[in-house]
């Protein structure tokens, strides 16, 4: 159990005092006694009865790891800086959540579906997703562009929750179709949502669903204790993985800047899931390290202090830590990834300044499967006014 | 054979889902039950509790439930119990339902049909005798529908459930009782987008739709006997709105009226009257007018028959357009 935080919001007016932040920081940035945790921010392995078996990984999964970790991380500090850069209208940083991204992500099969909300770049990332291919949203030249059908990676969805009950339905149609029962082909269903989105209707809807149908559905909640300006505590009482008690399935908390951890319980939750014993949820306990979106300013609502005390939790930090002292890995493999992170942030900032601007015929586009009489007149009549200009000037 | 509005969808329902084994038929008592007004009666019975789904009471969680089972490939009818209790899943349906084919591109088709059983006039108590269609006809993406009787019910429900769209099909809750012909042959029926001319005339063009076509049928026989020929088209489809059978009736008629329950401000009604008279100006010998429910929410059901446009109702304007 957490224990009591120091400010309880009663009055939407009250403001906590400078004191009582600091006294609920000791309640944000300690899991608990429940939290599961491989890699402690040292870099020591830790074993852990319950989870040890799925984290069995050889060394160049490890590294693999690693290069994953660095390499979303660059990609999103460069969609950070294209945005600065006037380059991209806004960007959802992921600073900080690397580990609870990557780590769940690399426990998805092909076969798996997954339902992210705008924040999953680092899931993208493990699902063959080209970070380039993310840009498009946030420059506004499109919703998303990949292959959501083929990649299993569902379009992003802004309205907070809704993609909960998506993923159910989606859930639902897996075990319609009889492809629950087999750790070996069983499929599952992943979604990702926040630790602001367990206050919407939707969330609790997706676990009443998915509990009603046994759908083969892991919630998985990224507590990075704000939702926006609002912390933790304005949303919850009690822990957002206890919450799953209610419902009738397993909640789990896991340190979600340790990717070893997430990677393993996301895997024993997709096999319950493959199996046949969903919904599970987990609730990766991290923070977000940059504001809320490259509009937000975080320094309004939360103190410096609290930053540095997480920055102490680092993602990457452990993983190389623990490459090195345990595994000798020498320095060239760490100078190799970041070369190929720095590669990276190239061609992302090149593909986006050559990005084309979509022609004005995208507006009326795949509006319907079958055409509009309404919409295919105003194609004609907007394109013709169009195309005057453009002979205007030609 | 004749067969009751409510028979003729079940009917349909039945015929879909023996066509093809990814329709679902899902909401809230559509199973045992048969849903509360008995549309889909037998269905769980004969095609299993995974195709006929008791839901969860969450409106937001049907909704948001199909468009993911469409994602999967299924095709999935939604009930919605009554008009309204639609409105905890009108996130789901304008924020993902209707946007999602247009998100990716196409890449993502959801096959979703919403039923919606709309209007008053049964005596109901609150929330249970809305008009809400036009909310739904604004929203791009979305299509809307509307039948009026048994044979248009029957093929509406299976070309809305074929249709790669989602189509909220609005169902006037005061017909199911009604019977009328149903002709079984879905190939024989009118497109789904296709407004109709239920009756022929050549002084007046009322338009209308869902459950008004009958009250409108009724007072074209009383305005018969005055010596007035009204055509009376039923618009069918709500979005994309057919108005060319409208505007060539005008052109021959000079006067249209447009009828309806729901309130008159920013609706169906509204688009028609700007629509046609953007087309017709130069035909038209009055103003459009409209008959429509009052701009109030629905009133007690003792005022029912004060609220709903009745025949005199639509006579009235039928005279004052004449007069003009
Ligand atoms: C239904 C809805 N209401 C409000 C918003 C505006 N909004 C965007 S993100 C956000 C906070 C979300 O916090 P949380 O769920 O914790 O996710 P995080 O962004 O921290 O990952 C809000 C209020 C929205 N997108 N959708």
Redesign the interface.
């Known amino acids: 159990m957490d224990k009591p935080q120091a400010w309880v919001p009663t009055d939407p007016r009250s403001r906590p005092s400078q004191s009582q932040v600091v006294a609920g920081l000791k309640g944000v940035d300690a899991g608990g006694p429940e939290l599961v945790q491989l890699l402690t921010p040292e870099g020591e392995r830790v074993p852990d009865e319950r989870f040890d078996r799925y984290a069995d990984v050889s060394l160049d999964e490890l590294k693999s790891l690693y290069r994953d970790l660095v390499l979303v991380r660059r990609a999103d500090r460069e969609g950070n800086s294209l945005q600065r850069q006037g380059e991209l209208g806004i960007w959802v940083p992921l600073l900080g959540q690397e580990a609870a991204q990557v780590g769940s992500g690399r426990a998805l099969r092909p076969t798996d579906m997954c339902f992210p909300s705008y924040r999953e770049h680092g899931v993208a990332w493990c699902r063959g997703v080209d970070p380039a291919e993310l840009l498009g949203i946030f420059r506004g030249t499109d919703h998303g562009s990949w292959d959501f059908t083929g990649k299993r990676f569902h379009p992003y969805t802004i309205v907070i929750g809704n993609q909960c009950l998506n993923a159910a339905g989606y859930a639902m149609g897996q075990r319609f179709e009889s492809k629950v029962g087999d750790p070996d082909t069983g499929e599952a269903t992943i979604c990702y949502f926040g630790d602001g989105a367990t206050s919407q209707g939707d969330v609790h809807e997706g676990f009443v669903w998915a509990a009603a149908y046994d759908a083969p559905l892991v919630f998985f909640c990224q507590n990075n204790q704000w939702a926006i300006s609002v912390p933790l505590n304005r949303q919850t009482r009690v822990p957002l993985y206890q919450r799953a008690r209610g419902y009738g399935f397993p909640g789990v908390r896991v340190d979600g800047n340790d990717v070893l951890a997430c990677l393993a319980v996301t895997r024993w939750a997709l096999e319950e899931c493959r199996t046949g014993n969903g919904p599970v949820l987990i609730e990766a306990f991290t923070y977000r390290m940059d504001a809320h979106t490259t509009s937000d300013d975080a320094t309004r609502y939360r103190l410096a202090g609290e930053v540095e005390l997480w920055k102490l939790k680092d993602p990457i930090e452990r993983v190389r830590v623990h490459l090195a002292r345990r595994h000798g890995v020498e320095p060239e493999f760490f100078d190799g990834v970041e070369a190929e992170a720095n590669e990276l942030g190239e061609r992302l900032r090149a593909f986006c300044r050559a990005m084309a601007q979509p022609g004005p015929e995208r507006m009326f586009s795949e509006v319907y499967a079958d055409p509009s009489p309404q919409v295919e007149a105003e194609r004609a009549e907007y394109l013709a006014y169009h195309a005057s200009f453009v002979d205007g000037e030609g | 054979m004749a067969t009751t509005l409510a028979k003729a969808l079940n009917d349909g329902l039945r015929a879909a889902m023996e066509r093809d084994p990814k329709v679902l038929v899902m909401g809230e008592d559509v199973g045992r039950l048969g849903g509360v007004f008995r549309i889909t009666d037998g269905l769980q019975k004969d095609f299993g509790e ?1 195709r006929v789904l008791d ?2 009471l ?1 409106e ?2 049907i ?12 095709r ?1 009818v939604c009930e919605i119990q009554f008009d309204g209790f639609v409105f ?1 899943g009108f ?2 349906i304008v ?2 339902l209707a946007k ?10 959801v ?1 979703v049909v919403v039923r919606i059983p709309f209007g008053g006039g049964i005596g109901a108590v609150e929330h249970h005798s809305e008009s809400p269609e036009s909310l739904f006809a604004h929203v ?2 979305l ?1 809307v529908v509307a039948c009026s009787n048994p044979a248009d019910a029957y093929w509406m429900i299976q070309q809305a459930i074929l ?3 989602p189509v909220i099909f609005f169902e006037p809750k005061r017909r199911y009782w009604e019977k009328g012909e149903v002709e079984a042959d879905l190939d024989a029926a009118p497109p789904l ?1 296709s407004a109709r001319v239920v009756r022929a005339g050549s002084t007046l063009t009322v338009a209308t739709y869902g459950p008004m076509v009958k009250t409108c049928l009724d007072a074209a026989t009383a305005a018969a006997e005055d010596g007035h020929e009204l055509e009376v088209v039923d618009l069918r489809s709500l ?4 108005l060319e059978p409208v505007a060539e009736s005008v052109r021959r008629t000079g006067h249209l009226v447009v009828v309806s329950e729901a309130p008159s401000e920013a609706s169906i009604t509204a688009e028609v009257a700007a629509r046609i008279q953007q087309e017709c100006f130069f035909s038209l010998e009055a103003p459009v007018l409209r008959v429509t429910g009052f701009d109030t929410p629905y009133p007690p059901s003792r005022l029912e028959d004060d609220y709903l446009p009745d025949l005199d109702r639509v006579l009235d304007a039928v005279d004052r357009s004449l007069a003009w």
């Open positions: 995974q839901t969860p969450s937001s969680g909704i948001g439930a199909a468009v993911g089972l469409a994602v999967r490939g299924f999935p905890p996130d789901q924020s993902q999602l084919r247009y998100r990716t591109q196409g890449a993502v088709p096959p791009a993406g299509k249709t790669d769209d987008h979005s994309p709105l057919d």
